[in-house]
């Protein structure tokens, strides 16, 4: 009989304790609320929805749609639950939050093998552990991580701008190049003249924001400013900031643009990129509407939209195998937000990998998911060498290219059906 301990009851925790038990793992689940709260949840249930009720897409054919499938065939307690307390709300899978929570609790409290333990962890946990305590883990606890892990390993906020999907920018209007030359053709460049500009900064400057939370003002000391905030300052701000137009010809036109805005890959394949100098505080529908008046990005689709609050990551790429066991800590593992990975069901994915790695090593089994699956991928995200690392949802960009000339379409229904039959083999000779 396994002992495991899951430090954290949110959307990672529940699914980590969930897998474990059904596995005949004992686990003991620690979890501070309701004794105390973190600044964003309201209540003492598990696995609560600190703040959109929306798990995201439910196409198949999408990202989020296709990670859904991924957790239903892993008997995800999270996806079921979810689907259980389901309210409508178009091509999204909306739950109704108090009962999504209180199936989820319910189900931990009358799990034989899952003992529930309301305290503060302000240890490192002993292995075999899970340490799941989420983007708002307590103060405590992230001394001591840092201490454990290192003090610059251990990140406290997320100031991140909008990746935006490659296939969806017209590459009719931008053009490739670094300023006057240096670095070679590293960028994307939007080129602006200066009517375009005027109404982008307008409407940027105007803008809805996200309304800063106390607990997030400090972010402003620390980082470089939201793009927004810095086009208060004045009209011409960005374009000697990080929209200037020096050094950048474009070829369309023959001349330097008033104002250029900056794409950088995110990707080796170059199928994501960064709007470079874009962090931001505008709510998502805005960054939407505001964003796509940019040149080259009146369709973009994206992939995450830019960030900036108050968000614990450890820099996963120095400390994480591809099963979230830290490298130095064998039998430890750190999943979701946590972990670098973005999203309640990104957490929930990384919960169930970590617990089936875990449970790999207490039993002597190789459990690594296919590369070709959005959990695998996530995984090996999270886990690859990065110096720029940032959480990231799942997308089609972090799977294996499918190397065949397909349309957009049709290049998504290949990766969900490849990643699903992948994953039956995957779980039927793993005998799950
Ligand atoms: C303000 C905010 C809003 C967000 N909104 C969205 C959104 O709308 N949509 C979306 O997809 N994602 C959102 N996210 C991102 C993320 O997906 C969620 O935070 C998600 O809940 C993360 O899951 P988790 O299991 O890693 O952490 P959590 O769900 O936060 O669970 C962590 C748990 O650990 C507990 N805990 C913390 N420290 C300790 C400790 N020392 N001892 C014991 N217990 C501890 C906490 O009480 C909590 O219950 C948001 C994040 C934040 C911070």
């Known amino acids: 009989m396994h002992r495991v301990t899951v430090v954290g009851g949110g959307l990672a925790g529940c699914e980590a304790a969930w897998q474990l038990a059904l596995r005949g793992c004992k686990v003991s ?6 004794q105390k709260m973190t600044p964003a949840h309201a209540g003492g249930d598990l696995a609560e929805l600190v703040c959109s009720n929306s798990l995201g897409a439910l196409n198949p054919d999408s990202a989020g749609g296709l990670l859904k499938a991924e957790l239903r065939q892993l008997n995800s307690l999270i996806m079921t639950c979810a689907d259980a307390a389901q309210v409508p709300a178009g091509g999204a899978l909306a739950v109704d939050r108090e009962k999504f929570a209180g199936l989820i609790t319910a189900k931990i409290l009358g799990n034989a093998n899952i003992q529930v333990r309301r305290e503060l962890c302000a240890e490192f946990p002993q292995p075999p552990a899970i340490i799941a305590t989420g983007p708002l883990t307590d103060p405590g606890l992230a001394q001591v991580l840092r201490e454990k892990l290192g003090q610059d390993m251990f990140f406290f906020y997320d100031a991140a701008s909008p990746i935006i999907e490659a296939e969806s920018i017209d590459h009719t209007k931008v053009f490739w190049g670094s300023r006057y030359g240096k670095g070679g053709a590293d ?42 905030v810095l086009a208060k300052r004045g009209p011409k701000t960005l374009v000697f900031g990080p929209l200037k137009p020096v050094g950048l010809i474009d070829p369309r036109r023959g001349k330097q643009p008033y104002a250029v805005v900056q794409l950088r890959r995110e990707d080796v394949n170059s199928s994501m990129f960064n709007m470079v100098g874009f962090q931001t505080n505008l709510v998502w529908g805005e960054q939407k509407r505001v964003f796509r008046l940019i040149p080259g990005l009146e369709g973009a689709e994206f ?36 972990a670098g990975v973005e999203g309640y069901l990104e957490s929930t994915g990384s919960g169930l990998v970590a617990a089936l790695g875990l449970w790999g090593r207490l039993t002597g089994r190789d459990v690594q998911l296919p590369p070709e699956t959005l959990l695998g991928a996530m995984a090996a995200y999270v886990s690859r060498p ?12 972090l799977l294996p290219p499918i190397g065949e000339n397909l349309n957009k379409m049709q290049r998504r ?9 992948k994953l039956l083999l995957w779980a039927k000779n793993l005998i799950l």
């Open 187 to 228: 960028y994307l460049n939007c080129p602006l003249d200066y009517e375009e500009y005027s109404r982008f900064y307008s409407e940027l400057t105007a803008a809805r924001t996200v309304m800063p939370k106390e607990f997030e003002g400090e972010i402003y000391f620390e980082h470089c400013l939201p793009v927004e």
């Open 303 to 338: 992939i995450r939209f830019g960030v900036m609050h108050r968000n614990s990551f450890i820099n996963s790429p120095r400390l994480l195998e591809n099963n979230y066991q830290l490298k130095e800590f064998p039998g430890v593992c750190v999943a979701g937000q946590l």
């Open 386 to 397: 990065n110096s720029d690392f940032q959480p990231m949802n799942a997308n089609f960009g």
């Open 29 to 34: 689940l620690i979890e501070m609320r309701p």
């Open 413 to 421: 229904q290949k990766y969900s059906e490849r990643s699903l039959k």
